[in-house]
């Protein structure tokens, strides 16, 4: 999802996310076959199967989404507070939304929630998020994850993850029981930002080994992960003005080895909207030329 308020310059380098095009961004997300677009204006909203759901407490939050086969969860980050959501997709269409579950914060002292991410998983969903130090810009992030069961109910206690990059996106897999995390990393020029990626042992919560580049450098700044087996897709908004559509793989790589070369899906401009969901060993597309009305 992209984040209006995002603009990431830690310690030595940068990373961006550029630009609202408008006064509303959305996502799309897939339950299935059945596209589900997330609206993100004065508050949130779900469309799908020609029906819109308004989403409780989310008033002036950035919502983020992860999907299951009966839903979609959303983590809505506000100023101060994160919350999370679940709207069911059924073959009856978009279903009422849960009440907006509070996510306990351990580092809520002096920090601001600033970026989330979603895995979903066997048993439920896996909510990862980050907390920037409200008083020194250039402080390290601190991740977080929450535990949740196939509605969205937290599971557990919240667990610090060591990650200190922004992130971009979230992926379990489950032949190996790791997470993959999509990182951003720039080097001071927005336009030269890069996605990296790194496996987490979703036991230890620890990275099995240095963040690699994970793809050429451009003006990124949103991206979604498919994962089939050990293979894992990346699908994000980059190129040298952040208006096209780019697929790569990143399962594996190395620390400063040139990423391999991007796919071209589509032309997005700079409000357009995309989706996809794997259909064989193919991801199958779809790009909206903006957010529903």
């Known amino acids: 999802m ?5 603009a990431f310059f830690l310690l030595a380098f940068a990373s961006t996310a550029g630009a609202q095009p408008g006064s509303s961004y959305a996502e799309i997300r897939y339950v299935g076959e059945t596209p589900v677009e997330v609206v993100v ?21 950035s919502a983020y989404a992860g999907t299951s086969d009966d839903g979609v969860l959303l983590a809505l980050v506000g100023r101060d507070s994160l919350r999370a959501v679940f709207v069911p997709v059924g073959a009856d269409g978009l279903g009422n939304p ?24 066997p048993d439920g969903f896996a909510l990862f998020w980050q907390e920037a130090d409200d008083t020194n810009a250039g402080a390290a992030y601190q991740t977080f994850v929450q535990r949740l069961g196939p509605t969205g109910e937290p599971t557990g206690e919240p667990q610090a993850v060591q990650a200190v ?3 971009a996106a979230a992926a379990y897999m489950p032949e190996t029981n790791r997470f993959y995390f999509l990182l951003f990393y720039g080097g001071g020029d927005p336009r030269q930002t890069r996605l990296c ?37 990346a699908l994000y908004r980059g190129g040298p003005e952040g208006d096209q559509l780019l697929e790569v793989d990143v399962s594996q790589g190395g620390w400063a080895q040139e990423a391999a070369e991007p796919t071209a899906r589509g032309a997005l401009g700079g409000a357009g909207v995309f989706g996809a969901r794997l259909q064989g060993d193919r991801l199958r597309v779809l790009i909206r030329p903006g957010p529903s009305r």
């Open 2 to 6: 992209r984040a209006p308020f995002l």
């Open 98 to 121: 849960s009440a907006a579950r509070r996510i306990e914060r351990p580092a809520a002292r002096g920090h601001s929630p600033v970026g989330a991410a979603i895995a979903p998983m």
């Open 197 to 233: 990626g790194v496996h987490i042992d979703a036991t230890t919560l620890r990275p099995q080994e240095h963040p690699w580049w994970a793809s050429r450098p451009g003006l990124i700044d949103e991206g979604q992960l498919f994962v089939r087996g050990n293979q894992v897709l």
């Open 165 to 167: 990059w922004p992130l």
């Open 41 to 61: 204006d004065r508050r949130v909203r779900v469309v799908a199967t020609g029906r819109t759901k308004a989403v409780p407490g989310s008033n002036g939050a």
